[in-house]
């Protein structure tokens, strides 16, 4: 990563100029250099945070709009800062992986998706029911945990990774996530309904966490249909009271 190595390295000229040529003693020198390390660190960190964020806020728009090819290769552009700044290229990988998804190109998805970022529990989310969809359900299932590990306040991801459990009828499993679930965020009314449905032998029900849910892509499209059309008709009759 090129911002340690520059930053080490300012660091490392700073202590011989202070130890050989101004002959202070080792101690002293080590703790003027440190600043020094701490703020080159800091200040290339900034500089590529900020060059990140004008290509992903170019890129989020051009998809936003539509031109889905256009942002794509806005993203990619991006890996050059990869070398530079730790979890970077991670991060990128995510948001790619993330696009081709919701796209539902998830043949391009997956490579992305498998390199993403670890603390995007979106993507992990993701990537996890690719593997499902594989048949990899060990895969799908140590993703899922290093998923709750990383994100542990996420009611969405514990019932997700539950209702991949159940889907395949692992129902006993499903159950053990909702409680473990339960212990991170006591009181979460969706993760209770879930396991009582669970419990009453019945199938956990996702629309109470809305497009967050529906971004997954486990829902038919006929479902997804019916529910926008129960959701204009609700809206036709109250303009209409």
Excluded at 111 to 127: A, R
Aim: glycine letters at 8%; charged letters at 25%; one cysteine or more.
């Amino acid at each position: 990563m090129y911002n340690l190595l520059i930053s080490a390295g300012t660091a490392i000229i700073v202590f011989i100029l202070l130890k050989f040529a101004f002959h202070l003693p080792w101690w002293g020198s080590i703790l003027i250099a440190l600043p020094f390390f701490l703020g080159s660190f800091l200040l290339i960190s900034r500089i590529v945070t900020k060059k990140l964020e004008a290509i992903m806020s170019g890129a989020m728009k051009d998809i936003q709009a539509q031109r889905f090819e256009k942002g794509l290769r806005e993203l990619k552009a991006a890996f050059k800062y990869g070398k530079w700044q730790i979890y970077v290229t991670g991060q990128i990988n995510s948001t790619i992986g993330m696009v081709y998804y919701v796209k539902r190109d998830f043949s391009n998805a997956f490579p992305y998706l498998e390199k993403g970022f670890f603390k995007n529990w979106v993507t992990m989310g993701m990537l996890a029911i690719t593997y499902m969809k594989r048949n990899k359900r060990d895969k799908m299932k140590d993703t899922f945990e290093k998923a709750v590990v990383a994100s542990p306040k996420e009611s969405l991801l514990w019932s997700l990774y539950a209702y991949c459990l159940s889907d395949g009828g692992d129902n006993g499993k499903a159950k053990e996530v909702l409680e473990r679930g339960l212990k991170k965020l006591p009181g979460d009314e969706k993760i209770k309904q879930n396991l009582q449905l669970l419990n009453d032998g019945k199938k956990m029900k996702m629309k109470a966490y809305g497009d967050m849910w529906l971004q997954f892509h486990l829902e038919s499209i006929g479902t997804i249909q019916k529910q926008q059309m129960a959701a204009m008709g609700v809206k036709r009759r109250i303009i209409r009271k």
